[in-house]
Nanobody, 124 residues
Framework: QVQLVESGGGLVQAGGSLRLSCAAS????????MGWFRQAPGKEREFVAA????????SYADSVKGRFTLSRDIAKNTVYLQMNSLKPDDTAVYYC?????????????????WGQGTQVTVSS
């Protein structure tokens, strides 16, 4: 069982930045692809970004390309989502997820473990 703990959400004005962190439990964690998803009220959970653990290759949703950057710290079993030039449309609960296997995926049903979510609110 992998436990994921997110942090870093909050309230920010449009154009501002936030950095989300997701730490995976060290005792049980093995190299796994990790991803970020988000869910706005009344909408389905959607893919934001993902990273392959071994090579660090990344994938981003078109809506965040050029604004968000995903990175990982292997020693800390932690991934970071740097979010710049935030827009009101980015407002959502952001969830960290991990999957068995080191290659990233972009679908919700391809991930095995989920964090509790962290709220990101962007005011206009």
């Amino acid at each position: 069982q992998v436990q994921l703990v997110e942090s870093g959400g909050g309230l920010v004005q449009a154009g501002g930045s936030l950095r989300l962190s997701c730490a995976a439990s060290a005792r049980t964690f093995s190299p796994s692809a990790m991803g970020w998803f988000r869910q706005a009220p009344g909408k389905e959970r959607e893919f934001v970004a993902a990273i392959g653990w071994s090579r660090g290759s990344t994938s981003y949703a078109d809506s965040v390309k050029g604004r968000f950057t995903l990175s990982r710290d292997i020693a800390k079993n932690t991934v970071y989502l740097q979010m710049n030039s935030l827009k009101p449309d980015d407002t959502a609960v952001y969830y960290c997820a991990s999957r068995r296997g080191s290659n990233y995926r972009t679908r919700v049903d391809e991930y095995d473990y989920w964090g509790q979510g962290t709220q990101v609110t962007v005011s206009s």
